[in-house]
């Protein structure tokens, strides 16, 4: 979580959190912190979308309300094809 998040860093990420690695829940909010920060610059990424899509579904129950409407606003900009499910992931986490 330490390095510079870049396309290959999502890739490792997602593959690891596929596994339901344990967490931290202080590792848990890096996680989250960095995830909602990068939203802006990863608009068009795969990537970036999968890995989200991997923490809404797998990791609803850690996920708090702050956090919430983090992912709303680092999911706000996506362009890529996963934004509607992205979107219903999102719903879901708020129900």
Same mark, same amino acid.
Do not use: D
């Given at each position: 979580?330490? +390095?510079?998040?870049?396309? %290959?860093?999502? +890739?490792?990420?997602?593959? +690891?959190? %596929? !596994?339901?690695? %344990?967490?931290?829940? %202080?590792?848990?909010?890096?996680?989250?912190?960095?995830?909602? *920060? *990068?939203?802006?610059?990863?608009?068009?990424?795969?990537?970036?979308? *999968?890995?989200?899509?991997?923490?809404?579904?797998?990791?609803?129950?850690?996920?708090?309300?702050?956090? !919430?409407?983090?992912?709303?606003?680092?999911?706000?900009?996506?362009?890529?094809?996963? !934004?509607?499910?992205?979107?219903?992931? +999102?719903?879901?986490?708020?129900?």
């Amino acid at each position: 979580l330490e +390095l510079p998040w870049k396309e %290959e860093i999502f +890739l490792v990420l997602q593959s +690891l959190l %596929e !596994r339901q690695v %344990e967490m931290t829940p %202080e590792k848990f909010s890096v996680l989250m912190e960095k995830l909602c *920060k *990068k939203g802006l610059a990863a608009t068009t990424s795969m990537a970036y979308a *999968k890995l989200m899509l991997t923490v809404m579904t797998k990791y609803q129950a850690n996920i708090t309300e702050t956090q !919430r409407l983090g992912l709303a606003m680092a999911l706000e900009p996506n362009t890529t094809f996963l !934004r509607k499910s992205l979107q219903a992931a +999102l719903k879901h986490l708020g129900s």
